[in-house]
């Protein structure tokens, strides 16, 4: 009985030391570990011990330990707009955790931010709402609340003496979703909340401030001013009238104004402010272009009708406008009639204009493509004076030939930005009375310009009235100045002994920084790729290969962080799927952060289809990122991998006697395979060696994929021995590289004996003519073999042809 009483008075006293050992931690918070409001992902804690009271500034150091043992927590971002007893020091109520990892199971110091202690002693818990995200995850969202030890108040304390002292504390937010438009005016409502526990603002006047980088040119306060009261964990709407700057930059731009007003003891208090506002712009400067509203028949000493289209790509306007033609001389073009300028007061967005020209061309001009330059002078609507040369390429028509002409060139965009990828679609016509034979086709971008495709084309035939597509792509470097570039295509034929070439040109805008910078934008970090190579670097069709890409962000000052990368190729073979298959990974990847003006580098193993063909594929890379600031952005970059797909052009077997006569032909039949996935071309056969051939050469053409062909020829042994030789055929593969396959063939030569003058002998009693000297049957000599063997030959030739004739006949499948 005692000893249960004893073990009840235990219990009970156990019970009561557990329940003042709590009371007693709640009250001093010196280091206490934070709590979520609902599971967590993690414990936060602080390592503040000053006891705090009203108005003291303090350090916050912050530690997240995190809870999973497989999954790391990244893209942490603080928001203390609901803290009550503290604020941020800066006047803010978010802080970003840049760069911070906490590793799976581990703990990770995430901040430490300079803080004022606001409250007045009587709560010492302060809520944190936490975003993060845990193993890649879309943000989570947590309220976590941490302890102080804070000075309680007493009655006894005097009321501070300067009634600066006591502030309201009001911050400024935005919608995160906003932005405005440039050119525009729009309504933007701010919101302002006073988190104060110690004072109410009163009388609050609104003030913007302006600056030559704001691109918000007006800020009006349509909320009536000033606004009465804004009391204590209140908040009240600011609505703005702002209108934007037609000619601002996109991205993320700070609105600057102040706020005067009283607190609670009729004190006048200033604070400035800056939020952030995300403006769009769908204004294009002006962008003259000058292109053939028609077809140009001009031949050499002739006059003809030079008609043109004058467009503004862009959507404002141009003023001033002056076209001049320039550079004609007797050599080349000269003016009929007209003063060669026309000019235009304004060009408005969008709007085209017709011009035309009557012209001569030189005798002494060579048929082929000639430009004819134009000068085009226009002021924008900044005043900027524009000044650039574009060139009209005439074709000139002369003697019989391959007359290779431009018909076009155009590009998918005619305004670019450092990081856009475009490309450049050129189309070609043959317009003589002959096919061309090989022809390159070239672009070149000048130095502002990277092509992101091969800039060079082989085109192994353009038949006559044939016309030829052909796209090239570019991306403008990262260091490019504004203005127009251009952009030169040349065609000309491979084995151009006559120097005939054509070269047409146009010009696309870059629109870089306004400033004349070479950075390439002030506020949205971009990515792209600064190089990339492949191992080999002539992909063989069928087998793996390494790719290695270097990955730039161009921003001088701001990093970009989870940077999630995807690549693909848009064609792909109906039989066996995409032409690049990931080895051993996915195809998208994961880089962590790179930082300003750095690189980061990536590698896979790629495995090509074997029916892919030979030519260079386009392989596009998305990135989705975000920036220092936590703002979403996208990229697209192109690169181009070249493929090839190996030949395979085989013989069958060549099968000769091994003995014959001098001068005795001997029919020798095979067939030919083209056994590859891809055509071959300029197939051909030569015999060399100890015969006389019929025939001795012969072209069969270019073969397609499975293609069989049947062929026979005649070899003639022309001295006795031993005769060898070889029959060589040439081809050229899907690349231009000639390749031989050589058969040797090889016999013994006899030398053919003539009768005897008495005729051929036989063997037989009473025939006395008919015997040999020796008395040797006919039917067991020399002779009777001879005379078999040709008839055996005969008989031969005779089955070769038929069999000939019927293989030709029939239709080969392979």
Partial sequence: MMKKLMLKRIGTGFVLMIFLLTAVLSVTGTKLEAYAEEASDFVLTHDCDDELEQGDSFELPLIMKNLSTTQEITNIELDFSGAGIASLKNGGTIYVATGVTVPANGEEEIARIDMRFIGDGTSNIMPVTVKYSIGGSPLKTRTVNLFFDVKKPSASEPTPSDPSEVKP?????????????????????????????????????FTPIYSSESPFISVTPTTEMPIKQLNIN????????????????????????????????????????????????????????????????????????????????????????????????????????????????????????????????????????HPVTFSLVYTDEKGTVISEDQEIWIPISGSGGAVLEILEIKPSMTTVKPGDTFNVAVKIKNSGEYDSGQVKIMADGTSALLPVSQNLHIVQNIKKGEEKNIIFNFQPKPDATRGGVPITISVEPVDNQDGFSISQAISVFIDSDSTGDSKEGKNVPKIIIKSYSSDPTLVKAGENFNLSMEFLNTHSTRLVRNIKGSFSVTESSSETGNVFTPVGSSNTFYVDKIDPQETATWNVTLYTIPDAKSKTYTMSIAFEYEDDLGTQHTATEVIGIPVYQPSRFEVSEISVPPETFVGQPVYIGFEMYNLGKTDIYNVKLNVEGDFEAQPKSNYFGNFESGRVEYFELNLIPMMPGQANGRIIFQYENASGEVQEVVKEISMNVMEMMMPPDGGFPVDGPGMPGMEEPTGKSFFKSVWFYVIAGVVVAAVVVTIILVRRKRKKDKEFEF
């Fill in 234 to 369: 209140s908040s009240v709407e600011l609505k703005l009238m702002i209108e934007t700057d037609k000619f601002a930059n996109e991205g993320l731009k700070p609105l600057k104004f102040k706020l005067t007003y009283k607190n609670s003891r009729n004190y006048e208090i200033t604070t400035e402010y800056t939020v952030y506002i995300k403006v769009v712009n769908y204004q294009t400067n002006c962008k003259l272009v000058l292109t053939p509203s028609g077809s140009i028949s001009a031949s050499v000493g002739s006059t003809f009708q030079l008609p043109l289209t004058l467009k503004n790509d862009g959507n404002l306007s141009a003023r001033d406008v002056k076209i001049t033609l320039k550079g004609l001389s007797q050599n080349t073009f000269t003016l009929v009639s007209g003063t060669g300028r026309v000019d235009f007061e304004r060009l408005y967005g969008n709007e085209t204009r017709s011009l035309n020209f009557t012209l001569r061309a030189s005798s002494s001009l060579k048929g082929g493509s």
């Fill in 169 to 205: 504390n009001i911050i400024a937010t935005v919608p995160d979703n906003i932005s405005l438009s440039a050119g525009k005016t729009s309504n933007v409502t701010v919101t302002l909340k006073n988190i104060s526990t110690a004072s109410s603002a009163r009388d609050i006047l």
